[in-house]
Structures are given as C-alpha cells and as structure tokens.
C-alpha cells in the first residue's frame, strides 16, 4: 500500500489544510498498514490513529509520536476529542469489520457525533466519500448508505453549528484512487 493510496493530490490537500489551520494533531481512523499514517506524521508533531483490527499496521514499528489505538473508532473518538483542546484534523477512513460471520457496520456516523462539542472547530476528511462533481469516482456504501452529504449533513451542522462550515471535494484522483471530502470551519 502507499500513503494516501497513491494518490498525490489527495496528500498535497491534506498538507495545504494541515498547514493552512495551523494543524498539530491528526486524528486518523482506518490505519489498514500505516503508511498514510506515517505521510501524517511528517507534516505534524502529534499522530493518533485507530484501527479496530490491531493485525492491519505492517512494516516498521511507528515512532513514538504515533499513538496506535485499538477498537471501535467511534468511541475512542469520543474519549480523544475531550482531551485534545486544540484544532484537530480528523482523517476518516474507516471501513466495518466484515468476517464471515460478521457483515459489519460502517462506523462514519459514530465517529462525526463523537467530535460534536470540540473545542476548536475541527478540520475533517472523510475518505470513500461520493463526489457530485466526479459520480464516477468510487465511494463507500454500506449498512447505513452511500456515502453522500446528506448523510452526514445532520452531524456537521452539530459540529460547527448552521452554516459555519465549508466544503469540497476531490477534483483530480490518482492511484488508487476515490471520492473524498473536505470539510472545514469559515476561516
């Protein structure tokens, strides 16, 4: 795997948020190998990433300024969002856990409630996620649907209140590529 998936335009956006709001922790769901999460952890002091299957992150054990958290993502974001007092960057990239005896359930709407009420309005990517501009790029769709604005329209007006946030989407995709989202607060 590469970081971002390959996908150099997608790393240059999360670089200009990142630097653009002034970034010192990320906040990524979705480890898989950890290689995004590694491209994270060279634009910032401060990495958490939170995968709920503790085998996926291969190759070099991460250095001491990743903090590797294991199990549901939802919660866990919960618990993080009343720690961290300053403006947070949150990745979302996670996918439900499908085994066979276990279809899974897509934890995207656990993990937006659980950073209502951050201090600091926060900046969010959420990776998978359908482009109106681009229909062909691929996105997510599980139990709870596509991966669409209305879906999490709800939970960001809770976020950062009616109307106090901006968004957009992905316009160029390389590698292995999709959609994504960016959302964050009026400068």
Known sequence: MLAFNGDHQHALECARLIAKWGIDTVVETGTLAGDTTRAFAELVPIVYTIDI?????????????????????????????????????????????VT?????????????????????????????FFN????????????????????????????YGAGCFQWHYNSIMAGVACGVIYIEPFP
């Not at 659980?114 to 990776?127: D, R, S």
């Not at 709870?144 to 209305?150: L, Q, T």
């Open 132 to 159: 109106p501009l681009h229909p062909e790029y691929p996105f997510d769709t599980h139990d709870i649907g596509p991966y669409k604005f209305e879906l999490i329209r709800p939970a960001l007006a809770q976020i």
């Open 53 to 97: 299957e503790p085998s996926h992150w291969r190759g070099p054990e991460a250095p001491a300024w990743i903090n590797r958290l294991t199990g549901d993502s939802g919660a866990l974001l919960a618990d993080l969002r009343r720690t961290l007092p300053e403006r947070i960057f949150y990745y979302l990239d996670a996918h439900p856990l």
């Open 100 to 128: 066979p005896n276990r279809a899974g359930h897509s934890p995207l709407l656990e993990e937006l409630r659980a950073i209502i009420g951050a201090i600091l309005p926060p900046v969010i990517v959420i990776h998978d």
